[in-house]
């Protein structure tokens, strides 16, 4: 299984980016996945997960602003994030696994490698 994502960049607060999660195989189709972000210092934090079917559910501090997606043709999985703040700085990363270990906040089995967003002030 790989994960890559992509995306990560410097965007001035109110911005938007969008994460993409390319994934090997048919893990879109089959797996829970997520996104999870992490910063210096600080323990990685789930973002937002979405179940094989399709069910999205988000941190409480990205509600109504970021939106996490797939496209089960592509095998891509997405987090579309407005309205960007700086403290959603860090190292996103995606993660596919068993819905039980996503959304509990520990990841499933397989990561892919971080992407960097940096928002400024």
């Known amino acids: ?3 890559q994502a992509s995306g990560g960049g410097l965007v001035r607060a109110g ?3 969008r994460l993409s999660c390319a994934a090997s195989g048919n893990i879109v189709s089959n797996t829970a996945m997520g996104w999870f972000r992490q910063t210096a210092g600080s323990q ?3 973002v937002a997960t979405i179940s094989s079917p399709g069910s999205a559910n988000y941190a409480d501090s990205v509600k109504g602003r970021f939106t996490i997606s797939k496209d089960f043709a ?6 579309q994030m407005n309205s960007l703040k700086p403290e959603d700085s860090g190292v996103y990363y ?3 696994g068993s819905l039980i270990k996503v959304v509990s ?3 499933g089995d397989y990561w892919g490698q971080g992407t960097l967003v940096t928002v400024s002030s």
Not at 74 to 79: F, T, W
């Open 1 to 3: 299984v790989q994960l």
């Open 15 to 17: 911005g938007s980016l």
């Open 44 to 46: 990685r934090e789930l």
């Open 74 to 79: 592509k095998n891509i999985m997405y987090l």
């Open 94 to 96: 995606c993660n596919a």
């Open 105 to 107: 906040g520990r990841g």
